[in-house]
């Protein structure tokens, strides 16, 4: 006699992830979110619309070209130095962590990567990222 095959049961669920922003490329002079290309700064959020982020250098990351990010109220804020590292002033991380917001510094590239893991945990973050 011929065994019978095992059943084997299978649950499928839907993939959510494509609704989610993702970081596709990156590299001298620009930044890829999905199939749109950057070649300035941005503001970049796991499920709103990438916006453009008005600072030149770390240097110049601020309250005020970062309020965008607070609106937002994530629990993590990566900040892309550029191409180098580099850290912004201190001041903009303590008024960050007054409102209970993390903040993590590393170069362009870094925080990319760092950013798609954390969107793929389903974490809340937002990313200021200058060209790397």
Known sequence: M?????RINMKFA???LSAENRITRYGSGFIEV????FEHGILVFPDTAVRRWNCAS?????QENL???IDYQPELVLIGSGETFGFPDFALQAWLQQRRIGCEVMDSAAACRT???LVSEQRNVAAA???P
């Open 2 to 6: 011929i065994p019978r095959p095992t």
């Open 58 to 62: 770390i240097d110049q990351a601020s």
């Open 34 to 37: 999905g199939q749109q290309r």
């Open 14 to 16: 839907e993939d959510n």
């Open 129 to 131: 990222l200058l060209l």
């Open 115 to 117: 950013f798609n893991v």
């Open 67 to 69: 309020r965008e990010i």
